[in-house]
């Protein structure tokens, strides 16, 4: 069982327009309810490679009735610590003529010190029975920024892989925590280390900074380049090939997903990273966000490279 951490999570409420018109009445063709926060897209995705999943983190009020009566992927158990805030939503108005997006993002209410210690104790209740933990995304105000860290510490002390893929102070506070792996894209490796990494070099260099102060396997995601992979066992990269894509949104959480389904069943690296791309690319292929077609995954599996870029 893989339990996936979303403290900041949202109902994302697409609207199809035919043409968006600021100061106009604007008729909403349709309306698709989704239960977001990057963590969302972790537990589907994960949920769709056959893993059963404990979705946690914080929900409330009616918004937060309507969030966890969205999940309903049969493998994904919601296990959300009831907040006195409502769940935010998360408006995306699509233009029908033009497909473009534009988005209302809620700020969302803040958490109380109150309901992070039930959330603590709700963590820790379920964590001996999981074989792996992701933690994705930001976190609502009134969460301390090293609280993370905090989860990465219990997760280690009872011998459990905890993935981290967030960015920032959250971030940054997490690594010497010691996470098993971390998914920075390279906007969010060059923030954190200050390094240019516009060279594959400097990337390297970048990653082997932060295995150094505490990271596990770093993998930096590349978008359509793939992804690299610095780790004790050596250096590697995950190469994709051409597809047409359809919407990438998404991609990096089916990649954490994928990383963390190979955890949980102790596949050998290389095969891990195989995985990981081809999730991540598959989700890339369909317009939903953490989602993948299982003959996509099929196809892509067999075309993914990986290759050895240096030893330890
Ligand atoms: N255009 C693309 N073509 C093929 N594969 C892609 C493409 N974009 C992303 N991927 C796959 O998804 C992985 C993660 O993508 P990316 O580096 O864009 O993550 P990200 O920036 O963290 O995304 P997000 O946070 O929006 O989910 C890549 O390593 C790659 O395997
Ligand atoms: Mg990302």
Do not use: W
Not at 96 to 109: A, D
């Amino acid at each position: 069982m893989i339990i996936t951490v979303t403290l900041n999570t949202a109902i994302d409420k697409l609207y199809l327009v035919d043409e968006l018109l600021p100061f106009e009445v604007g008729r909403v063709r349709e309306v698709v309810n989704t239960a977001g926060g990057k963590g969302m897209n972790v537990s589907r995705v994960a949920a769709l490679s056959g893993e059963d999943v404990t979705a946690m983190g914080f929900a409330g009020g009616y918004t937060g009735q309507l969030f966890r009566s969205l999940i309903r992927e049969p493998n994904i158990r919601p296990a959300f610590t009831e907040t006195s805030g409502e769940t935010r939503s998360c408006i995306n108005v699509r233009d029908k003529k033009t497909n473009r997006s534009t988005e209302f993002l809620e700020p969302g209410c803040p958490v109380t010190a109150q309901e992070l210690d039930t959330f603590l104790a709700d963590f820790r209740r379920e964590l001996p029975n999981a074989d792996v933990v992701t933690i994705s995304g930001s976190m609502p105000a009134g969460v301390p920024s090293d609280f993370y860290s905090g989860l990465v510490r219990e997760a280690r002390a009872l011998g459990k892989p905890i993935l981290v893929d967030t960015s920032g102070a959250a971030l940054r506070e997490t690594i010497p925590a010691g996470p098993a792996l971390i998914k920075p894209n390279t906007d969010e490796l060059g923030q954190l280390t200050g390094a240019d990494v516009s060279s594959m070099e400097s990337c390297i260099a970048a990653a082997q900074q932060l295995r150094e102060a505490g990271a596990g396997i770093v993998a930096v995601s590349l978008g359509k380049d793939g992804v690299l992979v610095v780790s004790k066992e050596g250096i590697f990269r995950g190469l994709t090939p051409d597809v047409p894509v359809v919407n990438t949104v998404g991609c990096g959480d089916s990649m954490v997903a994928g990383f963390a389904v190979s955890l949980a069943h102790k596949k050998p690296l290389e095969e891990a990273i195989r995985f990981a791309v081809a999730v991540s690319t598959a989700n890339a292929l369909t317009k939903e966000t953490g989602y993948y077609r299982q003959e996509d995954l099929a196809r892509l599996l067999p075309e993914i490279r990986v290759e050895r870029v240096s030893r330890a």
